[in-house]
DNA sequence: ATAGGGTTAG
């Protein structure tokens, strides 16, 4: 093991503050006590001693020498060794890993040390793993554990919904109840927190099912992720249910309601819940009115929203910070006062963001206000020269203002900076299946009828008056074949087999990665209309229920 | 003997 530690030609880093007597060595991410050492000197480590040896071994030669040290010649180790290394060492230095090379540096001192029974020190090899969204590493550890436990499945599954795949994520809990190990609360909390990300109501219903058959009760942390869950299912009238029936609240469930009546565009349920939560004795927190204000911007409740912000420091001594700001430059968007929103920002003390200037971009483009978008943009640009997204909007400003000249530099700049466009999908559960569809996707058995389907939809939509909004489509082609291309946006695509595959009547449910697409947008709500079904959608940002052809949103997201 | 994995926004 040593020549692992030592391997960095046999040198250790110098000293990292000379009177502080410490020093960092290269390879091994602990800090250790320094102490002085002659010359050349070399250190004699008994294997059993060693990582405690390390700990108070040192160097204090010149930054040229070398520090050589060299384990008595003894038995080897063995993974089943008596000799006792105390595996608190151990779990420092996983703390203080910086990187994944140094997390496999310990990793591999953790085999030499044959710690690989020690559930403790194996998990948190798995976390830190985890932490450093090295979910390959993790999984390739965690697949030749010897044993596991409740905490590496949480781990796991943590882990792998953390990083966006929740899906995955709740494979592996099948397959810890595949191997027999018997959920505690805190597995279901994760499990609770991946169907939340994942937004799949039927997993949702099975989960709380299966919660309450374990007569797990609703503590504080498992009722809050609850309301989370079923909120970011769509229904967020199942989530206030969770919300009424929890013993105890902290202002952490009380803010998870009042996003998620926010993200559900129902502001004003969203406010009820505020004045309550105080007389429970709750103290709000930044995130409270981060949540308080969404709901307002979302809802069109300039008033209200203004109001709060206003009053946010004064009497509830939360500082407004970027996002609260980015909130309010949000709402004055909305309502078209966009000279206050920019006075706002100009006035702004705290660091802009660009979700900052992404709010104000929006707004001008709603409102058709070119030149305060070009700043907005320009500023925008600034901060995220990779996000396509910013390119986009702006492109879709100038089109939107016939300045053809303009946009075409835009979409020459973003050619040249080759952008990998995140590809959109959208998925939508069918018989406790779920089905995604990309853009275009014609991989789906029933592909043929999903398009014979769309053609024939669409011919009744625009004998409705819906009109296809090429805007949003950046490709260099003609008008008819924009439209084309429009029609296979995966949202559509996703609503067409709902309808096909489901019953007259039966409300459909479909989640987007991105943020959904203006003429999707329209088209959907035409869809509603006409098949006389409601149709929740959940984009990147928040939820969309049409009914009736409207939309929740009032068109703003 | 004991340790550790869990909740809101972005």
Redesign the pocket.
């Known amino acids: 093991m040593f020549p692992r530690i030592f391997s960095n030609k046999g040198t250790v880093q110098k000293p990292l503050a000379l009177g502080s007597l410490f020093l960092q060595y290269s390879c091994l991410p602990c800090t250790v006590p320094m102490l002085k050492l002659k010359k050349d000197q070399t250190l004699l480590i008994a294997n059993h001693e060693r990582l405690r040896l390390l700990s108070i071994a040192a160097i204090a030669n010149t930054q040229e020498t070398s520090l050589k040290l060299e384990t008595q010649k003894q038995k080897p180790l063995e993974s089943h060794s008596s000799l006792h290394v105390d595996?608190?060492y151990f779990?420092s230095a996983l703390l203080n890993c910086k990187n994944i090379f140094q997390i496999k540096q310990v990793h591999a001192q953790v085999v030499a040390n044959g710690l690989l029974n020690?559930?403790?020190?194996?998990?948190?090899v798995l976390?830190i793993y985890v932490q450093h969204k090295a979910l390959g590493e993790a999984y390739a550890f965690f697949d030749g554990m010897r044993e596991r436990?409740?905490?590496?499945?949480?781990?796991m599954i943590?882990g792998y919904a953390?990083c966006g795949n929740a899906k995955e994520s709740l494979v592996l809990f099948e397959w810890m109840r595949e191997e027999g190990v018997v959920?505690?609360?805190?597995?279901?909390?994760?499990v609770?927190?991946a169907c939340?990300k994942l937004g799949a109501m039927h997993k949702a219903r099975f989960v709380h099912d299966y919660i309450c058959r374990l007569n797990f009760s609703f503590?504080?942390?498992?009722?809050?992720?609850m309301?989370?869950m079923y909120?970011?299912c769509g229904s967020v009238d199942c989530a206030r249910e969770i919300f009424d029936r929890m013993l105890e609240k902290?202002?952490?469930?009380?803010?998870?309601m009042i996003?998620?009546y926010g993200?559900h565009g129902q502001g004003r349920k969203a406010l009820d819940l505020f004045p309550m939560m105080l007389s429970s004795g709750i103290t709000p927190?930044?995130?409270?009115f981060?949540?308080l204000l969404?709901a307002c911007s979302h809802a069109g409740l300039i008033d209200e929203g203004l109001q709060l912000f206003n009053v946010m420091w004064d009497e509830y001594a939360v500082r407004p910070d970027v996002?609260h700001c980015?909130?309010v430059v949000d709402l004055l968007g909305r309502a078209g006062r966009l000279d206050e929103a920019l006075n706002l920002i100009e006035n702004m003390t705290v660091e802009k963001d660009e979700?900052l200037w992404g709010a104000l971009l929006a707004a001008c483009r709603i409102h058709k206000k070119v030149e305060l978008a070009e700043r907005a943009a320009k500023s925008l640009l600034e901060l995220q020269p990779q996000n396509p997204g910013h390119y986009v909007l702006l492109s879709n400003i100038y089109a939107n203002a016939g300045r053809w000249e303009d946009m075409a530099k835009i979409r020459k700049l973003m050619t040249e900076r080759s952008f990998k466009k995140i590809p959109g999908w959208t998925w939508i559960e069918v018989d406790n299946k779920i089905h995604q569809f990309n853009v275009g996707d014609k991989s789906h058995p029933l592909s043929k009828e999903i398009y014979g389907f769309l053609k024939s939809m669409s011919e009744k939509l625009e004998l409705a008056g819906y009109v296809p909004d090429t805007n949003f489509v950046l490709h260099d082609v003609d008008e008819e074949v924009k439209a084309g291309i429009l029609y296979t946006h995966s949202e559509k695509l996703a609503i067409a087999f709902g309808l096909i595959a489901t019953p007259e009547g039966t409300p459909l449910r479909i989640t987007k990665n991105l943020r959904v697409c203006g003429d999707c947008h329209t088209f959907i709500k035409f869809v509603s209309a006409i098949t006389k079904r409601l149709i929740i959608v959940r984009d990147a940002?928040r939820f969309h229920h049409f009914n009736k052809g409207t939309c929740s949103c009032g068109d703003y997201w």
């Open positions: 595996p608190k779990i020690n559930l403790f020190v194996t998990n948190k976390y436990d409740s905490v590496s499945w949480s781990v943590g953390e959920p505690d609360k805190i597995n279901m909390v994760t609770v927190n939340a503590d504080v942390i498992l009722g809050t992720a309301i989370d909120a970011k902290n202002v952490i469930s009380w803010s998870a996003a998620a993200y927190n930044r995130i409270t981060v949540s969404y996002k980015t909130c979700g940002n």
